[in-house]
């Protein structure tokens, strides 16, 4: 017989080989000793985590001339036929190539005849998934009511292609990925029993290059047999699969972590010059800082016990130079980066740009250290020490507080819209408050919506202002609108709008302009001009800007107040 890979030579054969898989070997050992065997089994888990061989094995403990038995012989005709896929009551079907439901009718056409030795006609259907939706329906019947001599057997990669109907009617079976030291341990006895030597850095590569699949991972070590002989080493591995040294990425991630941009881009360089793949150096840059980042918010040395204890002592390292929220940002950072870096055509200077963003990310500011400055910014806005309370009063403006223009920039008071809540309580707080111009613009907006007829009336004055429960508008001389607006009907309608906004009932009070050559449009420009000194004035106030750098803000909207006067003019 000629060679045999590594994977079919060392295909487990017995429950007891299964690897990682004790979950699953255990209840089906228990089901055939209880005799209490289900007609149709589903087993899913990601590829080579032992679900066909599991199916294999079961088969043959059913079907074996010793049993049923919570463990083959392995030595009757039954199961090394099985063994070998030669057996005529044990049929393995590929759903990716019978998905047709003609397939699945011929396979019912055969279920009516006994089998030809064992107890039962196993089917094995390898990625169901794949089976079309007709041939699902066809099946269902059968899944649900099949002879007494007929089991199922399901296997695939995706569970969630198969249709609900179909997996009511399945045992499920979940494979879970296998980890790193059982992959390592399992490899280990291989590669003694090739005669191969093997160190444990070259294990511990393969086993996560595997990512939990032992087929992978018997793969990769007979690629790695093939090409460093008998004996292998990790140079060897990094040189087979074409990753960055241990050491480098150990270099590289702490010079990220500690904002060493230069010491970064150099590794980075030094990979790309020896021909490294850098999709793979990302990929490892995001691995190295998921560990990282587990074992700082776990702070468990368990969690990174699956890892060469180098590696253990470098994580637990520098962990302790970067808090979870910049770990996590870098992290974040890292894993967008490996979704384009594939992509791109420029992968080196993709890379460096990376890094250099990496290694810029600054620790983020604890909760009570931003509440310590946001406090200290309302003591210098109210000139009145902190007192840990974050609520701003309104204050009430004073003579002093009023400027010749008769409006300020209202930056103490909230930035409330003038709608009520009316959840809120607090009538004496509503009662009390000013209507600003910012206030108004937010009653126009939603009266506009709310009553268009009185919004056209209204919106051809200019606001200036209320007073004693009164919002004053000022009209052009003459104007018709004024006669509209003092209709007894309209100024209850007035009346009933503003309480139900302000949660106080306003009256309006008309005013005429005093000179008649001053129109309307003239009055308007004038408050806008207004507006605008306020605001520059508000820009360039040092208080403002002493607030703005104490919390390393910027300054987006500036809300204008009525009549509180300038900045400059406090008590």
Request: proline content about 4%; aromatic content about 6%.
């Amino acid at each position: 017989m000629g060679y045999q890979v590594i994977t079919r030579k060392y295909r487990p054969q017995y429950f007891s080989e299964v690897i990682g898989q004790e979950h699953v070997t255990r209840t089906l050992q228990n089901a055939i000793s209880a005799k209490r065997l289900h007609h149709a089994y589903l087993f899913t888990g990601t590829r080579g985590v032992g679900k066909t061989t599991v199916a294999r094995i079961l088969a043959k403990a059913l079907n074996c001339e010793k049993g049923p038995a919570q463990e083959p012989c392995g030595k009757c005709a039954s199961c090394i036929d099985i063994s070998e896929g030669k057996d005529l009551d044990v049929f393995e079907i590929d759903g990716a190539s019978n998905t047709s439901v003609d397939d699945v009718r011929e396979m019912r056409e055969h279920l009516r005849y006994l089998p030809s030795r064992g107890r039962y006609k196993i089917y094995i259907i390898d990625e169901v998934h794949m089976l079309s939706t007709a041939a699902f329906n066809a099946l269902l019947k059968t899944l649900e009511e099949p002879p007494p001599h007929v089991v199922f057997i399901l296997a695939t990669t995706e569970p969630t292609k198969i249709p609900p109907t179909v997996l009511s009617r399945c045992q499920r079976y979940d494979f879970r990925r296998i980890q790193p030291p059982l992959i390592m341990d399992a490899l280990q006895k291989i590669a003694k029993e090739e005669g191969v030597s093997i160190d444990e850095d070259a294990l511990f590569v393969i086993a996560v290059e595997a990512d939990g699949s032992m087929r992978d991972a018997e793969s990769l070590l007979d690629q790695a047999v093939a090409f460093a002989g008998n004996k292998i080493t990790y140079d060897a591995i990094k040189e087979m699969i074409g990753f960055a040294d241990r050491s480098k990425l150990r270099e590289l991630v702490k010079h990220i972590i500690e904002g060493n941009t230069q010491g970064a881009l150099s590794i980075v360089s030094e990979v790309y010059e020896s021909g490294g793949n850098l999709v793979r150096l990302v990929e490892d840059m995001a691995v190295w800082l998921h560990e990282i980042l587990v074992y700082k918010i776990s702070a468990d040395e368990n969690s990174i016990i699956h890892i060469p204890s180098e590696d253990r002592a470098f994580i637990q390292e520098v962990s302790k130079l970067a808090g979870k929220p910049k770990l996590e940002q870098m992290f974040e950072l890292c894993y967008e980066g490996l979704e384009k870096v594939g992509r791109t055509k420029y992968q080196k200077m993709f890379v460096e740009l990376l890094v250099s963003e990496l290694s810029g990310v600054e620790e983020r500011e604890r909760l009570d250290e931003l509440i310590a400055k946001v406090e200290s910014a309302i003591s210098l806005l109210n000139g009145s020490p902190a007192t840990g309370d974050l609520s701003v009063k309104e204050k009430a403006p004073s003579k002093k507080e009023t400027s010749k223009k008769g409006e300020s920039v209202n930056i103490a008071s909230p930035s409330h819209t003038g709608f009520r809540d009316e959840r809120r309580e607090d009538i004496n707080y509503i009662k009390r408050q000013t209507i600003d111009i910012t206030k108004w613009k937010s009653f126009m907006e939603w009266l506009g919506k709310e009553k268009p007829q009185l919004f056209s009336i209204l919106e051809h004055g200019v606001f200036d202002g209320s007073r004693d429960g009164s919002i004053k508008l000022k009209f052009t001389s003459g104007s018709v609108y004024i006669d509209m607006l003092k209709d007894a009907e309209r100024m209850k309608q007035f009346r009933e709008l503003t309480q139900r906004c302000f949660g106080t009932p306003y009256n309006v009070e008309v005013l005429e302009l005093d000179s008649p050559r001053l129109g309307i449009d003239e009055e308007r420009e004038r408050a806008k001009r207004r507006e605008k000194e306020l605001r520059e004035e508000a820009v360039s106030h040092e208080v403002i800007r002493s607030a703005a750098s104490i919390l390393g803000a910027d300054i987006k909207e500036i809300r204008i107040g009525e009549k509180l006067g300038s900045l400059d003019e406090r008590e």
